[in-house]
């Protein structure tokens, strides 16, 4: 891949959507889904929704007479999501809001069910948002939360990030926030203290396949600028910069999940059910 390459598709919010949501935000929707169980006519709250993958996918699960509000902080990725197909076979229409998480511009009780992929570990007032999370549903509302296991228990993300803190001087706890709220215990407790009557923690493992090996670590940087401060704030020289850095670093572990076009490598999730 040339430096040219990279330059040109240099936007955080629609590599993320390309490269990172369709092989890995895409399958573990399906397995939040399972758990969630959409009904036909519910209303949904898909918490930070990013580019929609959430959304899109639980669309056709509550028809027509359902609606789905998709809301997210950050407007690059609403505008990549907004840009996507409708899902097909047709569904609910996907309203697009930027809001932040830990103070809601929505009614109480306005929801059946609110969706949070990957979005917790990310808050800056974490035990707010999952009272805000509890405010706008119903009283049989129920809120499925899923948040990454430890990152020792995704080796590859680990030397990523390893490499990525020693060229910028900085600790791992500074660049690894995706997997920062890794313990269940704590997850458990969090919903708890925001006032669900009933938590119940669960923990899922998929194998994840992405495709262009040689292009994963400048595509996992440059994804995780839609929401890691330490990425967000570099301007595009110095993210190619460091790109060439951790490349070099992380060639051989890279390798060792490399199988013919793809990288191939297991990832773990603690999920929460809330009610």
């Known amino acids: 891949m040339s430096t040219q390459d990279i330059q040109q598709n240099d936007n955080p919010a629609e590599v993320y959507e390309r490269y990172l949501s369709r092989p890995i935000a895409d ?13 036909s006519g519910e209303r949904v709250l898909d918490l930070t929704c990013g580019t929609g993958s959430v959304a899109r996918q639980v669309a056709p699960m509550v028809g027509s007479s359902g609606q789905i509000l998709a809301v997210d902080i950050n407007p690059a990725m609403l505008q990549v999501g907004r840009a ?6 047709a569904g609910a ?5 930027e809001g932040d998480a830990t103070k809601l511009n929505l009614p109480d009780k306005d929801f059946d069910l609110v969706l949070c992929q990957q979005g917790f570990q990310f808050f800056p007032n974490r035990l707010a948002s999952a009272k805000e999370a509890r405010r706008v549903l119903r009283e049989e509302g129920r809120a499925i939360i899923s948040v990454w296991q430890a990152l020792e ?3 590859l993300h680990e030397a990523l990030f390893t490499a990525v803190a020693h060229h910028l001087n900085v600790s791992v706890t500074d660049v690894d926030v995706a997997f920062s709220l890794s313990n269940p215990d704590e997850l458990y407790a969090l919903l708890h203290n925001a006032g669900f009557d009933r938590v119940e923690t669960t923990t899922r493992s998929l194998s994840i396949r992405m495709p262009d090996p040689e292009k994963f670590v400048h595509y996992s940087i440059l994804g995780a ?11 595009a020289p110095e993210r190619l910069a460091l790109v060439e850095k951790v490349e070099k670093a992380t060639r051989l572990i890279v390798e060792r999940f490399t199988y013919g076009d793809s990288v191939i490598f297991p990832m773990e999730a603690n999920i929460a059910i809330a009610t």
């Not at 399958?27 to 009904?39: E, G, K, M, S």
């Not at 996507?84 to 076979?89: F, G, L, N, R, T």
């Not at 229409?93 to 809001?97: A, E, K, P, R």
């Open 27 to 39: 399958p573990w929707t399906r397995v939040l889904i399972d758990l969630a169980n959409p009904q």
């Open 84 to 89: 996507q197909p409708q899902p097909q076979p």
């Open 153 to 155: 228990r995704h080796p």
């Open 225 to 235: 600028a839609t929401s890691v401060p330490a990425f967000a704030s570099m301007c």
């Open 93 to 97: 229409v996907i309203t697009w809001q």
